[in-house]
């Protein structure tokens, strides 16, 4: 089975602008979690999705969003891009609900460097 | 708040030395979990084990073992007879019973071992 999958790999942007990241999670997992690491520090957590509703948000700004779609799958978005948003976007998805907490299963994740 | 300590930064060692990781956490929820993952080169976290808050037996996975003392409020992770394959940075994490899929994760330790 193919696990949690993220596009792209990399990304480079431009301050001010805008970048759009996606995640499908593995099969059957309705859950999906964004967190941001950056460089030298653990992950931190961002937002989470179930059945396309947000059920956590971590003390990110406004100009980060996230939506999920009716086949699990993610966006993350972030607007008028920073240079401190330069970090490695990891996404995770879990087989149960909001209200269960099973193991997070991580993809890859996107490299995104501003410039 | 939750928090959780990773305080060693970076551990180099021989192959076939034991190793231990500490990490050190810090919560007012009375049922939370407690995760270490792996990261090797690549990006992707790896998932290695998930314990609560009531279950303090240690476990032992082939050359993994875990020591989780909750008067301590510690969970920490030892390899024995390390190889070269186990070097990665590793993360301790903690989730709260009510903070959905949100994890808190330590800042990891960078294990090198050396040939």
């Known amino acids: 089975d193919a696990g949690v999958t993220q596009s792209p790999t990399h990304l480079i942007k431009t301050r001010g602008q805008q970048v759009t990241l996606r995640c499908s999670p593995i099969s059957g997992h309705k859950s999906v979690s964004w967190y941001q690491q950056v460089l030298g520090q653990g992950p931190q957590f961002i937002f989470q999705y179930y059945e396309k509703e947000e059920r956590g948000r971590g003390n990110f700004p406004d100009r980060f969003s996230a939506r999920q779609f009716p086949n699990y799958s993610s966006e993350l978005n972030v607007n008028a891009l920073l240079l401190g948003d330069s970090a490695l976007y990891l996404c995770?998805?879990?087989?149960?609900?909001?209200?269960?907490?099973?193991?997070?299963?991580f993809g890859p994740g996107t490299r995104l460097t501003v410039t | 708040a939750q928090k959780v300590t990773q305080a060693q930064t970076e551990i180099s060692v021989v192959e076939k030395e034991d190793v231990t990781l500490d990490c050190v956490y810090e919560?007012?929820?009375?049922?939370?979990?407690l995760f270490w993952y792996k990261q090797p080169p690549s990006g992707e976290l790896v998932f290695l084990i998930r314990r609560n808050s009531f279950d303090e037996q240690n476990e032992i996975s082939g050359r993994y073992s875990w020591n989780f003392q909750k008067s301590t409020s510690s969970f920490n992770f030892t390899i024995t007879a390390s190889q070269v394959v186990d070097s990665a940075v590793y993360f301790c994490a903690l989730s709260g019973r009510r903070g959905a899929q949100k994890l808190v994760f330590g800042q990891g330790t960078r294990l090198t071992i050396n040939p």
């Open positions: 995770a998805s879990t087989e149960q609900g909001a209200l269960r907490l099973y193991e997070q299963y």
């Open positions: 919560t007012r929820d009375t049922t939370y979990y």
